[in-house]
Nanobody, 124 residues
Framework: QVRLVESGGGLVQPGGSLRLSCAVP????????MGWYRQAPGKERELVAV???????NYPDSVKGRFTISRDNAKNTVYLQMNILKPEDTAVYYC??????????????????WGQGTQVTVSS
């Protein structure tokens, strides 16, 4: 089973920064759309950021200006730089490649791949 591998989560104070990384297996590294989603306790999973192979990005208003998604195709890795973190950013963050991220970019992809998630906690 193909799975993405996230890393970089942890505990950070409000106003701090974290960078998440997502290692994408070479077998699916050519997928156009990749992204980050998060799920807080008692809430539905929500979009954080998506990026396509051309570098076009999309963010919800809740993180726009604070979070930046990028991808290094040579390293098969997707990053999420998170700055000015707030307590409401606390959640499990998941990396996605395929159907879900593609939908957020307005395109279709037949397969969907997820990571296991990494916990981000913003608290003083």
């Amino acid at each position: 089973q193909v799975r993405l591998v996230e890393s970089g989560g942890g505990l950070v104070q409000p106003g701090g920064s974290l960078r998440l990384s997502c290692a994408v297996p070479r077998s699916i590294a050519s997928i156009n759309a990749m992204g980050w989603y998060r799920q807080a306790p008692g809430k539905e999973r929500e979009l954080v950021a998506v990026i396509n192979s051309g570098g076009i990005t999309n963010y919800p208003d809740s993180v726009k200006g604070r979070f930046t998604i990028s991808r290094d195709n040579a390293k098969n890795t997707v990053y999420l730089q998170m700055n000015i973190l707030k307590p409401e950013d606390t959640a499990v963050y998941y990396c996605n490649a395929g159907t879900t991220a593609a939908r957020a970019m307005g395109v279709r992809w037949p397969y969907d791949y997820w990571g296991q998630g990494t916990q981000v906690t913003v608290s003083s």
